[in-house]
């Protein structure tokens, strides 16, 4: 067992075993599994970073073999998710204790985590294709979690959106292999892909990861538990349209200049459209929705770029984004949680009797609008600059215009819920689990973007 | 590695500092962390050392030196911190991250300072922004969010007009020469941007309403370093840059800064003219000397130049002087309302000497600092006039000298309204219970400041000549001069000569004192009238009444334009893109279902209904093979 295998199979594996297991295993094993998880990413990080070879491959036949690697965009999107997902899985064990359907819950988590593991280190294009419809289920039972009318309307618009997305990639899948006559992407690195294959599978991608026009099923979402949403938004399922959009198109294919003149115009059209979003909805968890939605859009801006930094950036932008977003989310967590509400219009004055959960959230908020020093800043700094360096003026303006809608609904939402006056009484607890979870998300955006150099010279030693 | 102490010892001393428990330990460990980074600074000054860089990506580095003004800005910073330290210490008490926050507030303004590159310019410059809003959150969260947006759109501004110099210029590291001619329009659009970045730090109008808003909440000592002296160092250094050394400026960048600053001027004291609070008073006279700042560079003269700089200094040192003497009296009294106050001259002389000392030089009055910078900038403004070939222009200067001129006595009206408010005249208190001077740690700072507004009034030319000429280009050409010792032994003589009266007609007469008549009865002592009941009259004038009118209005307010724009564009792009299309989605699913109920209600399940079906497809067949 390699740390790549073990990185795949603990939690597809675990996902099982937890199934199987009496109900009151499931909730402390589930945290375990995806803990090593972690750690074996870890590894494999390591392995990537001193140039070793990670690999492992079983050839089925011509165009499908069950084939895995490891580099440097692959080992660092795992560690992020897998991270993120493991502290979320830690708040889960207190915010999930009360709901009569929890055991139903790790099981589909851990099986989504080690879908996405799956599909991160996947060599072939159609073993992603499969990863990419576990994850897609795993996230409709996820979303529908509570099985009311409205949470299974929205988990089907969820799937629906994602599918018609994912039929239109099978469809580009299909059209490369008529053309190239192979499916593995070792073998089809550096090969030109024309711009229909391309915009089908950007198709896809738009729809996991929320672009415009695609982008109606996120905040529908916000039905599902917090520590659902957390994942689902903040840390992998919308991760994995950006993912496979580095993967095929920057490590991969070769792409023409039209089609990223398109994804500019794509990007920088979402990040408007979500900020003004989440500056209209009222709901905590539907902000938070439109926010993601916003912020995707520079890292697919980001990726859209052909300066090498610009890459860089966008990764560090994933990282930063994953810590920060699903910090927001399970704050919003706790608050509601707490106070039975979603709505900022009942909340308020939080700050008093919520100072560390206030805290986090401010970290959390900054490092998303991209205040220095918090990690946040450095990537919207990178993004921006080198958008205006390829002579994008205008895409920057407006990746500018939707960093002031991120400030003013963060704040807004901030405001709302923790100043003024107490509306719903409620205390967050000493020795919460749910309360460390979100002030280590905190205090990581903060420190990652003091020494920024840290995850810098990670991310380019990664890739080079 | 001597210049990145300055940044981390500051930083790393914030988290420490945030972990002690007790107060006066907070205070004590932040007050030596703070005078061991004053005297690392003044020693970096005096013996220059190595720049330093921290590569991080590409051409994005981290580098840190000492250019241009850096060097002495950074000493008088670091001043700033350990006299607000100090006065804190003795002030009401704070919350637990205060003096974390202020550790850290001076640690990324000598980021600022030392910056070499844009990238690193960037991030101190943000972080204070974080700060700011922290530091004023002390006060309320409503005046903290409105400082947030407004200084933050201008901090993202910055950054994207930053983006199009870099691209511009090809060049991540910050200019020290003669910067780029305005010769291209996307040229025009960074200037512009990078200006708005700078004048929202610095107060100008229109990006000063957070200010007055804010000194209404927050405690004195987060007013004195932040807008009053912080915020004016970091805005004018950057404006200072970017006229002296990103830009060349030709004559449209000159008129449009010289309206903007002698709009400042006048609007900002008016409104500071007719205050009843303290703190509002001296917020308004915050934003009026930013116009006197920013109309020094823009007369693009050595000499105005060199004022602009010397003014922000002495601009420092008097308003945060005057914001920790009005702390200290309201605080005696227990209010900021000017017309409650009064009389505290005869219990805390040293107080009311040093906020004599800083009245007199925001006014103007010579031989202090004040006087001395000012003097300077009129002398720019009348070279620039007398060198001015361009008729548009020459009457840009004149308007520019005369709203100069008239606002520096209108700022002497509105501090005699101060100064005889709080300290003289009778105590407006409720209680009228006499008070004693100040502890030494509120005084303290305060001595410190009036010490540097008289030295630096004393001796102002030297200074200059020794600390400012150097990072000119041209001469400082003085077409006034200006012996400040020769002014004070004059003035000491006239006040002996004054003495002198007095002292021998003291012998001769006694003074009379005869009680208030009015109508043949007799009344009570208590006529008097606080000092703010004169300025009123101003409010009413015929004329200025409507010019007050609008200068109050709501709708004028850039936080309340910005918030209805956001909100505005938000709802529109909202229900014209996102909403359209979750309709055209739903409109698919409703289309999809219908399909479906369509095909359900075909079949049947009778057989004669499949055979007529059959039939017809086959018909349909027929025709289509039968037409091709």
Redesign the interface.
């Known amino acids: 067992m390699t740390p790549l295998t073990l990185t795949i199979c603990l939690p597809l594996f675990g996902a099982f075993i937890i199934a199987a297991l009496p109900a009151k295993y499931k909730s402390r094993l589930s945290v375990f599994v995806l803990g090593l998880t972690f750690l074996a990413s870890i590894f494999c990080l390591f392995a990537v970073f001193n140039k070793e070879q990670l690999s492992f491959r079983q050839a089925v036949n011509d165009w499908f073999s069950l084939s895995f690697f490891a580099d440097g965009l692959g080992v660092f999107m795992a560690s992020v998710s897998s991270f993120v997902a493991f502290l979320i899985s830690i708040y889960s064990l207190e915010y999930m204790q009360d709901y009569p359907q929890k055991n139903d819950f790790y099981f589909w988590m851990v099986l989504f985590v080690g879908s996405m593991m799956g599909l991160i280190f996947s060599a072939n294009l159609l073993l992603i294709y499969c990863f990419w419809e576990i994850t897609a289920v795993c996230s409709w039972r996820l979303i529908g979690f509570y099985r009311r009318e409205k949470d299974t309307k929205a988990a089907d618009?969820a799937f629906?959106?994602t599918f018609f997305g994912a039929s239109l990639l099978l469809a580009g899948i299909i059209l490369i292999f008529i053309n190239q006559g192979t499916l593995d992407l070792n073998l089809l690195e550096r090969k030109t892909l024309f711009n229909w294959a391309a915009f089908l599978l950007l198709a896809g991608i738009i729809a996991k990861s929320a672009q415009?026009?695609l982008?109606?099923w996120l905040p529908e979402a916000g039905v599902a538990p917090t520590p659902v949403t957390a994942l689902l938004h903040a840390a992998v399922l919308v991760k994995i349209g950006v993912f496979i959009f580095a993967r095929l198109f920057k490590t991969t294919f070769v792409v023409s200049q039209s089609f990223f003149d398109i994804t500019v115009f794509i990007s920088t059209?979402t990040i408007?459209?979500g900020?003004?979003?989440a500056?209209?909805e009222n709901n905590m968890k539907r902000i938070l929705a439109y926010s993601t939605i916003s912020q995707l859009g520079y890292i697919i801006l980001a990726f859209s770029l052909t300066d090498?930094?610009a890459f860089?950036?966008g990764l560090l932008y994933i990282l930063a984004h994953s810590l920060a977003k699903a910090g927001l989310f399970l704050c919003a967590g706790i608050v509601e949680h707490k106070t039975g509400t979603k709505n900022i219009n009942e909340l308020g004055g939080l700050l008093k009797q919520m100072p560390v959960c206030a805290t986090a959230y401010l970290a959390c908020a900054?490092s998303i609008?991209?205040?220095?020093?918090?990690l946040g800043?450095w990537p919207k700094?990178?993004i921006?600059?080198l958008?205006?360096?390829e002579?994008r003026?205008v895409a920057?303006?407006f990746a500018?215009i939707g960093?002031?809608?991120t400030?003013?609904y963060l704040?807004r939402l901030f405001?709302k819920v923790f100043?003024?006056e107490v509306k719903i009484q409620a205390q967050e607890g000493k020795n919460s689990l749910m309360v460390y979870t979100v002030a280590i998300l905190g205090a990581l955006s903060l420190l990652f973007g003091?020494v920024?150099?840290l995850p810098?010279n990670l991310i380019?030693g990664l890739l080079r | 590695m001597t210049l990145f102490l300055l940044i981390v010892l500051p930083i790393l001393a914030g988290l420490v500092i945030l972990g002690l428990k007790n107060k006066s330990a907070k205070r004590n460990f932040s007050l030596a962390v703070l005078v061991l980074s004053l005297v690392w600074s003044i020693f970096i000054f005096f013996r220059p050392v190595q720049d330093i860089t921290i590569e991080l990506l590409g051409d994005y580095n981290l580098s840190l030196g000492l250019r241009s003004l850096s060097g002495l800005i950074l000493i008088f910073i670091d001043l700033f911190g350990v006299l607000i330290c100090i006065f804190s210490g003795g002030y009401k008490e704070e919350k637990s991250f205060y003096f974390s926050c202020l550790v850290w507030l001076i640690a990324f303004s000598n980021l600022v300072m030392l910056a070499l590159d844009f990238i690193t310019l960037m991030f101190g410059w943000g972080a204070n922004l974080v700060l700011l809003y922290v530091l004023l959150s002390l006060g309320s969260g409503k005046s903290a969010r409105k400082a947030l947006y407004i200084v933050g759109l201008a901090d993202f501004l910055l950054l994207l007009g930053i983006g199009i110099y870099v691209a511009a210029t090809v060049n991540i590291t910050i200019p020290s020469n003669l910067g780029v001619v305005l010769d291209r329009p996307i040229l025009w659009v960074s200037f512009i941007l990078m200006l708005i970045g700078a004048l929202a730090k610095a107060g100008c109008m229109p990006f000063h309403t957070w200010i007055p808003d804010a000194s209404e909440e927050v405690p004195v000592p987060v007013m004195a370093i932040l807008p009053a002296s912080l915020d004016k160092f970091l805005g004018i250094y950057l404006l200072a840059r970017i006229c002296l050394d990103f830009f060349s400026l030709n004559n449209v960048a000159m008129g449009l800064l010289m309206i903007l600053a002698s709009l400042t001027i006048i609007f900002a004291v008016m409104m500071a003219l007719i205050q009843h609070d303290l703190r509002k008073l001296l917020a308004f006279h915050a934003i009026s000397q930013v116009g006197y700042m920013v109309l020094g560079f823009a007369t693009a003269v050595p000499v105005g130049i060199a004022g602009g700089i010397f003014h922000m200094i002495n601009n420092a040192i008097y308003k945060s002087g005057l914001f920790l003497t009005g702390g200290i009296a309201a605080e005696k009294r227990n209010t900021f309302d000017l017309e409650k106050l009064g009389g505290l001259a005869a219990f805390m002389p040293v107080t009311f000497f040093c906020g004599l000392v800083f009245a007199l030089s925001i006014s103007g009055i010579p031989p202090l600092n004040g006087f001395a910078s000012k003097w300077m900038i009129y002398q720019g403004a009348l070279i620039g006039l007398f060198n001015s070939t361009n008729k548009i222009m020459s009457a840009i200067f004149i308007f520019s000298l005369v709203a100069a001129m008239f606002g520096s006595a209108l700022t002497l009206a509105s501090f005699i309204k101060f100064i005889h408010a709080i300290f003289l005249g009778q105590d407006h208190s409720s209680e009228k219970k006499p008070v004693i001077e100040a502890g030494l740690k509120l005084r303290f700072p305060l001595m410190v400041l009036a010490l540097l507004c008289i030295l630096l009034g004393l001796a102002p030319s030297a200074f200059v000549l020794s600390y400012i000429q150097p990072y000119l280009t041209a001469n400082i050409y003085f077409i006034g001069s200006w012996e400040s010792i020769f002014v004070l032994l004059f003035i000491f003589f006239g006040l002996a000569l004054g003495f002198m009266f007095w002292a021998s007609n003291k012998a001769k007469t006694t003074m009379k004192q005869d009680g208030p008549f009015i109508g043949g009865e007799t009344t009570a002592l208590q006529a008097s009238f606080p000092a703010t009941e004169f300025y009123r009259s101003i409010e009413e004038m015929p004329l200025l009444a409507m010019a007050y009118r609008v200068l109050k209005l709501q709708a004028l307010d850039l936080y309340n334009i910005l918030i209805c724009l956001m909100n505005v564009l938000a709802y529109f792009l909202f229900i014209l893109v996102d909403r359209f299309i979750y309709l055209i989605t739903n409109a698919f699913g409703y289309a999809v279902l219908g399909l479906s109920w369509f095909f359900r209600r075909l079949h049947t399940g009778l057989l004669d209904f499949y055979l007529v079906w059959s039939l017809a497809g086959l018909i349909a067949l027929f025709i289509v093979l039968m037409l091709r």
């Open positions: 618009r629906l959106t415009l026009p982008q109606t059209a408007i459209v900020g003004a979003g500056l209209v090498n930094l860089t950036f900054f609008i991209g205040l220095a020093p918090f800043f700094l990178g921006i600059w958008t205006i360096k002579g003026l920057a303006s500018v960093a002031l809608f400030m003013f704040m405001n100043l003024g003091l920024v150099k810098l380019s």
